[in-house]
């Protein structure tokens, strides 16, 4: 079946440090892959995503680039700030003919940035 | 911008009662999707829909049921609420996958919390 594994948390490091959360996954077919946060009380929302193999997705300073090689999607950011403190959860989402656009999820990593 | 509304922020049932959680997404979404998130499993998804009074079941819809009369809306139905339903509920919506790949991003609501005493 398919299926996302994270880099198990939590994960806690200093503002300015360097951020990666590993992500790699199993699937048939050729997959969507996603990064999504979620902020404190909040509900999930989009961070990046790619569709293809070598796509980069980046956003708000996050990459992440599409591995089909190594079935990877790590998400990486070069200076974290304490906002940037939430739970990152990769997902991915099967050929669109098929699936209806239903996301497999990771298990989630919470991240906690100190000042 | 989209938006995901949810009935409830914070619920607290107990054991036996029905609980109905309700879910409103503004957008016309063909695709809405019912997720349960507990720590250190991610989001687990219970039923979802692709249209009006159209349903299927997710990866584990055990002890739930769904009902989707109105496009705009989306309601999880607890039968007879149990100690292990205790737990975060999130909606989403989104239009259906298309051809560029472009249009799949799921857009979520902020959540309900369970408790089931």
């Known amino acids: ?115 | 911008d989209v938006k995901v509304t949810q009935s409830s922020r914070y619920l607290v049932k107990r054991t036996g009662e029905k609980v109905f959680l309700e879910c409103v997404q503004d957008m016309d979404h063909e695709n809405m999707f019912w997720y349960r998130q507990d720590p250190g499993l991610g989001l687990r998804l219970i039923y979802f829909s692709y249209d009006v009074k159209m349903k299927e079941k997710g990866d584990i819809p055990e002890g739930y049921s769904v009902s989707r009369e109105k496009k705009e809306r989306f309601s999880l139905i607890l039968e007879s609420a149990s100690t292990n339903q205790t737990s975060m509920y999130l909606c989403a919506s989104s239009l259906p996958p298309r051809a560029e790949k472009l249009t799949d991003t799921q857009y979520f609501g902020p959540g309900t919390r369970l408790t089931v005493l």
């Not at chain 1, 360097?18 to 909040?42: D, H, K, M, R």
């Not at chain 1, 090689?69 to 990152?88: C, I, M, N, P």
């Open chain 1, 1 to 115: 079946g398919n299926s996302v594994t994270q880099m198990e948390g939590p994960v806690t490091l200093s503002e300015e440090a360097f951020l990666t959360i590993n992500c790699t996954y199993t699937a048939t077919g050729y997959p969507s892959l996603f990064w999504y946060v979620q902020y404190p009380g909040e509900g999930l929302q989009l961070l990046l995503k790619a569709t293809k193999a070598d796509d980069k997705g980046s956003n708000k300073g996050f990459e992440a680039t599409y591995r089909k090689e190594t079935t990877s999607f790590h998400l990486e950011k070069g200076s974290v700030q304490v906002s940037d403190s939430a739970v990152y959860f990769c997902a991915l989402n099967l050929d669109w003919g098929t699936s209806y656009g239903k996301l497999t999820f990771g298990q989630g990593t919470i991240l906690t940035v100190h000042p």
